[in-house]
C-alpha cells in the first residue's frame, strides 16, 4: 500500500461521507507499524457519527407502502430496499385488469369487438384517446392500416365444399375458416399458421392472414377459438409485454419466468436500482443486473472486454505459422523453433525461417538465428516486443479483476441460493420449532438479502477499480482499503447468520433469548447496509475527497496536505481553501 502522504483529504466532506471510515483507517495504518505524518490530522468522529449507531439507519419489517397489497401466496414479504425510485409492482392479474380497462373504455367509445378493439390499441401502442380520434375521424383509412376490413375482398363462395387456401384438403363450408379478408382456410392450416407465429414472439401481435399480400390482421378471437391453451397464454404475455412496452413508466422484470411488472412513478435517478417481488435487482435504465457503483455504459464496456483481450492474449502468446497463418501457441520473438499443429511447418519463432536456413550448433535449441531478410517468408511480421509487452501487462491485469469479478458473483449467487433454502426449506422448520409468528423470522430473509446485495457492490466495485483512469489509480490504496472493510463485514455477517440459524435449527436458543440474537443481528445488518451505502455513495462522486497535486518534475503528489475548512480559515477571506500545513 502507497504512503497516505499521496492523499490529500478535504476535511469537511470527508467527514461527511466517510466518518467511521476514515478513523479506521488511521488506526489501521497506526496498527501495521506504518509511520504516520505528523501532519495527518485525526479526524474527530463522534460516536453516533458512527455507521450503524443511529437506531434510524435499521429498517426491521418496513413495509413498502405504495406495493400493492398481494395474497399470502407470495414468494417473499416486502422489505425497505434502499432503492430511489418509486415504484410498485404489480403481478399479471393486475397488468391484466389494466389492460381490459382500456380494452373496455375504447369499446365503450367506438363500436368494435373485443378482438377488434385490441388489434386497434395495438396499433396505436395502447393509446386509447389516439385510437378512438383516428378511428371517428378516418375509419376508411384507419381500417387497411390496422387490417380490419369492412367488408370481404375475396370471391365468397357458397358451394358446400370449399378448397384451403394453403393445403390441397377440400373440406365442408363449417369446416373452413376466415378473417375480415374473406380467403378461407381449413382449421389445421389456420391453427399452424397461427401457433408458429406464436412461438416466433411478439410478431404475432400483429399477424396478418395467410393469403400473400393480404393485410387483413388476425386477432385475438382467432387465437382464443384455435391454439392450445398453453399458446394462448404465451400471446396473453406477448399482449401484456406490448402494453408494459408502449407505458415508459412501467417495465417487466427480466428475470427469466418472472411474472411481476414494476412501474415507477418517474421520481428519482433513472439509473437507479429496482429490486422485484421475486428479489431480482436490476438497473431501472438498462434492466441488466444491478450495477452500481458502475453505469450502464462501463457494464456493456466490461463485457466487450473479454473479446479486447482475447486480441491481447492472441499477441502475447502466438504467432502466426509463416505457411498457414494459423496462430499457433508460442511466444513470438522467443528464439526457439516451433511446428505448425496444421501444415506441420517448422518455423523459427523470431524469424519465420525453415530450422535449415540455421546455423544449428551442439543442440537443437542452440542457434544463431540470422534475421536475414531475404530468408524470412512473407508475411511473416516479427511483433513488436514493446507492443506484446502492453498486451501481456493488460491481460494480467484483466484476468485478476476477472476472477475476482467471478468469485464475488459466485459469493452473490451462494447468498441467493441460502436464501431459497432457507425459505423454502428451515423457516418453516423454524416456525414449528419455535412456535412463533412467520414475520418474527423476517429480520434473517433481510439479513440475507443484505449479503447478496453487498457482494454485488462488491461485485461491480472490481469493474470499478478495473476502467479507472491512469492518474486515478493513485486512489486505489483508499479503494482497496474500503473493499477489503466491507469484505469483511459481510463474511461477518454472513458469519452470524449461518451461526444463528445452526442453533435456531438445533433448538439451541431458548425463545426467551431469541430476543436478543434478533436484535443483535439487526443491528449488525443495520450497520452493513450503512456501511455499503457509504461505500456506493463514495465510489459514486469518485471520491472527490482525494485529490492529487502533480509536481512538474514527477507529477506525483509530494507532500500531505490538509486543507483547513473554508468556514474556520479566519484570516483568510478568500473562497479558495488555504493550505494549514507546508
Ligand atoms: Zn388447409
Ligand atoms: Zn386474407
Ligand atoms: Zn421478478
Ligand atoms: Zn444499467
Ligand atoms: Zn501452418
Ligand atoms: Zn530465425
Same mark, same amino acid.
Given at each position: ?33 506504518? *509511520?504516520?505524518?505528523?501532519? %495527518? ?42 432503492? !430511489? ?81 394453403? =393445403? ?9 375458416? &376466415? ?10 392450416? %389456420? !391453427? ?23 393485410? &387483413? &390482421? ?56 429496482? !429490486? ?19 453505469? =450502464? ?20 502468446? !502466438? ?10 501457441? &508460442? ?33 537443437? %535449441?542452440?542457434?544463431? =538465428? ?48 441460502? +436464501? ?11 416456525? *414449528?420449532? +419455535? ?6 423470522? $423476517? ?14 457492490? +462488491? ?56 430476543? $436478543?440474537?434478533?436484535?443483535? +443481528? ?59 500545513? *507546508?
Amino acid at each position: 500500500m502507497s504512503s497516505p502522504r499521496q492523499f490529500i483529504f478535504k476535511r469537511k466532506s470527508l467527514r461527511k461521507l466517510f466518518s467511521g471510515l476514515f478513523l479506521d483507517y488511521h488506526h489501521h495504518r497506526q496498527d501495521k507499524g506504518d *509511520e504516520i505524518d505528523d501532519d %495527518w490530522e485525526l479526524i474527530e468522529v463522534q460516536e453516533e457519527e458512527f455507521p450503524g449507531a443511529g437506531e434510524e439507519d435499521i429498517a426491521v419489517d418496513g413495509q413498502d407502502s405504495d406495493v400493492i397489497d398481494f395474497p399470502d401466496h407470495l414468494p417473499f414479504p416486502s422489505f425497505n430496499f434502499p432503492e !430511489t425510485i418509486k415504484f410498485k409492482i404489480l403481478g399479471k392479474a393486475d397488468v391484466r385488469q389494466l389492460l381490459e380497462d382500456k380494452i373496455s373504455m375504447l369499446c365503450s367509445i367506438v363500436p368494435l369487438s373485443r378482438a377488434q378493439a385490441i388489434v386497434l390499441l395495438h396499433h396505436f401502442k395502447w393509446d386509447v384517446d389516439r385510437a378512438q380520434d383516428e378511428w371517428l375521424e378516418r375509419e376508411k383509412k384507419v381500417r387497411p392500416a390496422v387490417g380490419l376490413f369492412e367488408r370481404p375482398v375475396a370471391v365468397t363462395s357458397y358451394a358446400s365444399v370449399r378448397p384451403c387456401g394453403i =393445403c390441397p384438403e377440400k373440406l365442408p363450408g363449417n369446416m373452413s375458416l &376466415a378473417v375480415s379478408c374473406g380467403h378461407q382456410f381449413c382449421r389445421p392450416c %389456420w !391453427t399452424e399458421y397461427i401457433s408458429k407465429a406464436i412461438g416466433d414472439g411478439p410478431r404475432c401481435l400483429a399477424l396478418r392472414c395467410p393469403s400473400p399480400s393480404c393485410g &387483413a &390482421a388476425v386477432g385475438p378471437d382467432m387465437v382464443d377459438l384455435l391454439v392450445s391453451e398453453k399458446d394462448k397464454e404465451k400471446f396473453e404475455n406477448h399482449l401484456l409485454k406490448s402494453y408494459l412496452i408502449s407505458c415508459e413508466e412501467a417495465k417487466w422484470c427480466p428475470a427469466p419466468g418472472c411474472e411481476y411488472a414494476l412501474f415507477s412513478f418517474g421520481d428519482g435517478d433513472s439509473s437507479n436500482n429496482v !429490486t422485484c417481488r421475486c428479489l431480482y435487482r436490476f438497473c431501472w435504465k438498462c434492466t441488466k443486473e444491478a450495477h452500481s457503483p458502475v453505469d =450502464c455504459s462501463t457494464v456493456d464496456k466490461w463485457m466487450s472486454e473479454m473479446s479486447v483481450q482475447s486480441e491481447n492474449w492472441m499477441l502475447a502468446n !502466438t504467432t502466426p505459422c509463416p505457411n498457414c497463418k494459423l496462430p499457433i501457441e &508460442a511466444i513470438p520473438g522467443y528464439k526457439h523453433f516451433e511446428q505448425c499443429t496444421s501444415c506441420k511447418y517448422e518455423f523459427c519463432c523470431e524469424c519465420g525461417a525453415h530450422p535449415s536456413n540455421h546455423m544449428v550448433t551442439e543442440q537443437y %535449441w542452440q542457434y544463431n =538465428c540470422r534475421l536475414d531478410n531475404s530468408l524470412r517468408p512473407a508475411g511473416f511480421h516479427i511483433v513488436d516486443g514493446q507492443k506484446r509487452e502492453l498486451a501481456k501487462k493488460s491481460l494480467e491485469r484483466y484476468n485478476s479483476y476477472y476472477q475476482q469479478w467471478v468469485t464475488t458473483e459466485s459469493c452473490r449467487t451462494d447468498a441467493l441460493t441460502d +436464501l431459497k433454502l432457507f425459505h423454502e426449506v428451515q423457516l418453516p422448520m423454524l416456525r *414449528e420449532i +419455535l412456535m412463533i409468528p412467520p414475520k418474527e423470522l $423476517d429480520f434473517l430473509v433481510e439479513a440475507h438479502l443484505q449479503i447478496a446485495e453487498c457482494w454485488q457492490l +462488491l461485485k461491480w466495485a472490481y469493474v470499478y477499480v478495473y476502467f479507472l483512469s491512469e492518474e486515478e489509480r493513485l486512489k486505489m490504496p483508499l479503494l482497496e482499503f474500503m473493499q477489503g472493510q466491507a469484505e469483511d463485514l459481510v463474511k461477518l455477517l454472513h458469519k452470524h447468520v449461518v451461526e444463528l440459524k445452526h442453533s435456531l435449527l438445533q433448538g439451541d436458543v431458548p425463545i426467551k433469548r431469541l430476543k $436478543d440474537c434478533r436484535n443483535n +443481528l439487526v443491528q449488525l445488518t443495520g450497520v452493513t447496509r450503512t456501511h455499503f451505502d457509504k461505500m456506493a455513495m463514495a465510489l459514486n462522486s469518485r471520491l472527490p475527497e482525494v485529490v492529487f497535486i502533480p509536481t512538474p518534475s514527477t507529477r506525483k503528489m509530494s507532500r500531505l496536505k490538509i486543507w483547513q475548512e473554508e468556514s474556520s480559515s479566519g484570516d483568510s477571506p478568500s473562497p479558495s481553501p488555504s493550505p494549514m500545513f *507546508e
